[in-house]
């Protein structure tokens, strides 16, 4: 069996990925406010947590995974193949560069942030994580041209003013965000989650911390999770 994490409705194998399954992915596919129906599109789709994550929540929607890297995209396939929403999840095994399939009710992703110099032996887990292999400006261009409604994404907390200006330049306005702390008691939050859409209207800022100052999962974070956790 390959190794990943098992959660209450399906595996996520992640063996062959250069980014295994992680908070960040998980907070995002917990968090996204979902449309009631239309498509949805997970840009860099790695494993495929995100788009299984949403496709348990939100049952009535289809779902494009992209992911360039070619193992993580089979593996993701795999992963969408042995869970119950192989119905609503395509993987595409492609760069988002080239792929059109507009329009969306929703995308999502957990984009790469690092700057170019600061670099890991690994090729293909720098292509994942570095933003130099899909700048913000980037990012926001595909979400344009792929008709998106809304963008949701996970960010680290000071990195998050690289993604506004190009957001806002194509006519995106923030419309919830979520700063995430990792422990409490601790002075800055270490993510945070961001959903842009085409309406202007208030937004709506929140908080959330994962653990307790005696490391156990706090009762906020229990309640977004229990779906998804075993003995959560």
């Known amino acids: 069996m390959s190794k990943g994490f098992q959660f209450k409705q399906f595996f996520v194998g992640h063996d062959h990925c250069a980014m295994k399954v992680g908070t960040d992915g998980v907070l995002l596919g ?3 406010t979902l449309p009631n129906t239309g ?22 929607l289809t779902f494009d ?5 070619a193992p993580a995209a089979t593996q993701a396939k795999d992963n969408v193949a042995a869970s119950p929403f192989a119905g609503q999840i395509v993987v595409h095994q492609q760069d988002i560069a080239n792929f059109d399939a507009a329009p ?26 570095h933003v130099a292999s899909l700048p913000p400006s980037q990012l926001a261009q595909h979400c344009a041209r792929l008709g998106a409604k809304e963008v949701a994404m996970v960010l680290p907390w000071q990195y998050q003013h ?8 194509l006519g995106y306005q923030l419309q ?9 008691g601790k002075a800055e939050p270490v993510r945070v989650l961001l959903q842009w859409g085409r309406n202007s ?5 929140t908080s ?9 999962w706090t009762p906020a974070f229990r309640a977004l999770g229990k779906d998804f956790y075993l003995n959560f």
């Open 65 to 69: 995974a992209v992911e360039l890297d």
């Open 162 to 169: 690289y993604w506004a200006e190009p957001m806002a330049s």
């Open 104 to 129: 969306y009710s929703l995308v999502v992703a957990n984009p790469p942030f690092f700057v170019p110099d600061v670099r890991s032996p690994k090729a293909r887990r720098d292509q994942a994580r």
């Open 30 to 32: 917990l968090w996204a």
């Open 208 to 216: 959330l911390t994962l653990r307790d100052q005696h490391g156990q």
């Open 176 to 184: 919830r965000s979520c700063a995430v702390t990792s422990v409490a």
């Open 39 to 60: 498509k949805v599109l997970d840009i860099g789709a790695g494993t495929g947590l995100v788009s299984l994550m949403l496709a348990q929540r939100g049952p009535s």
């Open 201 to 205: 209207g208030a937004e709506l800022h």
